[in-house]
């Protein structure tokens, strides 16, 4: 049945999801899409099960590192973003070699070194929008948008550096030069 808010087939597509995945990978998928702390209650609603199932999944989650726990009443959940960092080194390492993972570096910084000199500040959390016209709702997103890319770029940075050194270590592993 479709309801008159739903978009055409978006109900075969969540129907799918339910019968195709399993309740923990349902509650898996929303907390990957989550950033905020949550009741095993909202992720029940998500995840088209019922709240104990979930709870039980975000439990197994949480003692995997997967999730992490806010003791409250009730218990909220969110994802660990250490571990989706670690999943992310681990991928980058295995897919690619250091030198490849060092010239992306390398363009990380360009492209950083780029909005240092855009906005005439070290970092992004120092620009302001002080020198913004207040009419002006282009400028205005595209410093927004800007901002956003250029924490993503440093992030990216972190990530793709501890990539390399895991990278060369696997290389030394297997006795690569």
């Known amino acids: 049945m479709t309801l008159a808010h739903e978009p055409a087939g978006m109900t075969d597509a969540s129907e799918r999801w339910t019968d195709d995945r399993t309740t923990f990978q349902r ?10 702390y949550l009741p095993a209650e909202a992720f029940a609603d998500r995840a088209s099960c019922s709240e104990t199932a979930a709870r039980q999944a975000l439990q197994q989650l949480s003692e995997m590192g997967i999730a992490e726990r806010r003791d ?29 993972l060092r010239q992306r570096v390398a363009e990380l910084i360009d492209e950083d070194e780029t ?9 992004p959390s120092a620009v302001t929008s002080e020198d913004l016209p207040v009419d002006d709702q282009d400028a205005i997103q595209q410093r927004w948008s800007d901002l956003g890319e250029w924490r993503a770029i440093r992030r990216d940075i972190r990530v793709v550096r501890r990539a390399v050194r895991r990278a060369e270590t696997n290389a030394d592993e297997r006795g690569v030069a």
Do not use: M
Request: aromatic share 14%; no cysteine.
């Open 27 to 36: 509650v898996y998928d929303v907390l990957v899409g989550t950033r905020e």
């Open 72 to 100: 409250e009443r009730p218990a909220r959940f969110r994802p660990n973003e250490s571990y989706f960092t670690w999943r992310r080194v681990e991928r980058l390492a295995s897919e690619h070699s250091p030198e490849e």
């Open 115 to 123: 909005y240092q000199e855009k906005y005439g500040v070290q970092d």
